[in-house]
């Protein structure tokens, strides 16, 4: 069986899961409410209207809400699996256990784009409908929005990882959900030490904290540095995705 064929397969299960209205829940709730709590303060004249919605929606969907929301993701789709011992069925196939756990992988990190393009969709039309309304004649920045929406997708690919590695090393949802909530609750205090560049749950709320200090200082040094973040990312990325992998089935295989 072909990687395309067993990706197919990984997506034809979760079809009929309840993934596709939970991606909506946490763009709709943060976009909308930050757009409409910083709209009130806006006149005519404002200035810089589309990057101060952008950092008031996308502060806390960073450091919590989309976190959360990827944490419920990973534990549907590994549930998939686990229900009704349907790992020990798919383990009797002549197919690897490695090549599910990547394809499994595979589906979260496009439900994470899902969301993101979400997100995009909610933050711009309730940032069109606050200008309008507040007579804002300050153009959509669409370039903005989406570079810093591809940055919000990359920095929580190493998350991702982890997450899928504590929810494959965990037979009990309620184990892998709870150790990545008490992993997720403390990003925005790591986020101010300098051990927040090994801390893959705070990195896409650090990089919208960095956006924020920019934003206000309005200086033309950038907080957010590439290197050494990118080696030390993707060095973490590979790790959590490794043992991701190796370990998945592995204990029904015993």
Same mark, same amino acid.
């Given at each position: ?38 709209? @009130?303060?806006?006149?005519?004249? %404002? ?13 806390? %969907? ?34 690897? @256990? ?79 959900? #709870? ?15 300098? +051990?927040? +560049? ?6 896409? #709320? ?14 033309? +040094? ?33």
């Amino acid at each position: 069986m072909s990687f395309l064929e067993l990706l197919r397969i990984e997506f034809m299960k979760v079809k009929r899961s309840k993934i596709v209205p939970l991606i909506f829940v946490a763009p709709l709730l943060v976009a909308a409410s930050g757009v409409a709590n910083l709209s @009130r303060y806006f006149t005519p004249e %404002y200035t810089n209207a589309w990057p101060a919605m952008f950092i008031q929606s996308a502060l806390l %969907y960073a450091y919590y809400l989309l976190p959360f929301s990827m944490i419920v993701v990973c534990v549907m789709i590994a549930g998939r699996e686990t229900g009704n011992n349907g790992i020990l069925k798919m383990l009797a196939l002549p197919v690897s @256990r490695h090549a599910v756990s990547i394809a499994k992988f595979c589906v979260l990190v496009f439900y994470l784009f899902m969301e993101m393009v979400v997100f995009l969709a909610v933050f711009v039309i309730a940032g069109t409908v606050a200008t309008r309304t507040m007579a804002v004649t300050e153009t959509l920045p669409i370039l903005y929005l989406l570079k810093w929406c591809v940055g919000l997708f990359l920095t929580m690919l190493p998350c991702m990882g982890t997450m899928w590695a504590i929810t494959v090393l965990f037979d009990k949802p309620l184990f892998s959900v #709870g150790l990545n909530l008490l992993l997720v609750i403390p990003g925005i205090l790591v986020s101010a030490t300098p +051990i927040w +560049i090994i801390y893959p749950y705070c990195y896409s #709320g650090y990089l919208v904290s960095c956006s924020l200090h920019d934003f206000t200082v309005n200086s033309n +040094i950038r907080t957010f540095s590439i290197f050494p973040f990118l080696p030390v990312a993707i060095l973490v990325f590979l790790i959590v995705l490794v043992i991701a992998v190796t370990q998945f089935g592995k204990k029904e295989m015993r």
